[in-house]
């Protein structure tokens, strides 16, 4: 079992930042990919950010890339979401995913454990 805490969301205006944080515990977090998924209200959910075990990988969907960074601190087995430029968009509930499988997490969009979620809010 992995367990996945996210932290950092919040209320900001549009052009501001955020980060996230997603503090794991469990089974060895540098065995992980791990992601970051967003699910606004009456949408699906869709994967913002990856980046794989070895931190050879990243993918960002298309409408984040330039604005958000994804990052790995295998030793405090920590994943993060710097999220610049921030628009009312972007406003959803935030989810940390890990997965053993770098295609299973970025290709199907799916993962075997999901953190809790943290609303990000930004205002116009």
């Known amino acids: 079992q992995v367990q996945l805490v996210e932290s950092g969301g919040g209320l900001v205006q549009a052009g501001g930042s955020l980060r996230l944080s997603c503090a794991a515990s469990?089974?060895?977090?540098?065995?992980?990919?791990m992601g970051w998924f967003r699910q606004a209200p009456g949408k699906e959910r869709v994967l913002v950010a990856a980046?794989?075990?070895?931190?050879?990988?990243?993918y960002y969907v298309d409408s984040v890339k330039g604005r958000f960074t994804i990052s790995r601190d295998n030793a405090k087995n920590t994943v993060y979401l710097q999220m610049n430029n921030l628009r009312p968009e972007d406003t959803a509930v935030y989810y940390c995913?890990?997965?053993?499988?770098?295609?299973?997490?970025?290709?199907?969009?799916?993962?075997?454990?999901w953190g809790q979620g943290t609303q990000v809010t930004v205002s116009s």
């Open positions: 469990g089974r060895t977090f540098s065995n992980y990919a």
């Open positions: 995913a890990a997965d053993l499988g770098w295609d299973r997490l970025k290709l199907d969009q799916n993962a075997d454990y």
């Open positions: 980046i794989s075990w070895r931190d050879d990988n990243t």
